[in-house]
Nanobody, 125 residues
Framework: EVQLQASGGGYVQPGGSLRLSCSAS????????ITWFRQAPGKEREWVSC????????YYADSVKGRFAISNGDIRGTASLRMKSLEFDDTAVYYC??????????????????WGTGTQVTVSS
């Protein structure tokens, strides 16, 4: 059974940095992709970034490009989302999800097979 666990959220001032981590267990190979979505209060869930673990390719939404960086984590089965230059609009619950195969950009929520619990990121002065 595949399970995902997101962690690393918290409070940060505008311009600050945070690192989120998504821990995936239950996959029998590295042939899967991990993605991050976020949902701000009163808004629809928004795609943020994805990473294909098998080939290391990664993709970002325009709203975070240049500020966020997704990568394979130091521990096998984890992926990190490093966020810098955080803005008020980055405040949201961040969710990681996974699916077998690759990602090549935005893939709708409905096509991600496994979801972790969210982690809250609050950007506030």
């Amino acid at each position: 059974e595949v399970q995902l666990q997101a962690s690393g959220g918290g409070y940060v001032q505008p311009g600050g940095s945070l690192r989120l981590s998504c821990s995936a267990s239950g996959f029998t190979s590295d042939y899967y992709a991990i993605t991050w979505f976020r949902q701000a209060p009163g808004k629809e869930r928004e795609w943020v970034s994805c990473l294909s673990r098998a080939d290391g390719n990664f993709y970002y939404a325009d709203s975070v490009k240049g500020r966020f960086a997704i990568s394979n984590g130091d521990i096998r089965g984890t992926a990190s989302l490093r966020m810098k230059s955080l803005e008020f609009d980055d405040t949201a619950v961040y969710y990681c999800a996974a699916r077998p195969g690759f990602c090549s950009g935005y893939i709708p929520e409905s096509q991600w097979n496994y979801w972790g619990t969210g982690t809250q990121v609050t950007v506030s002065s």
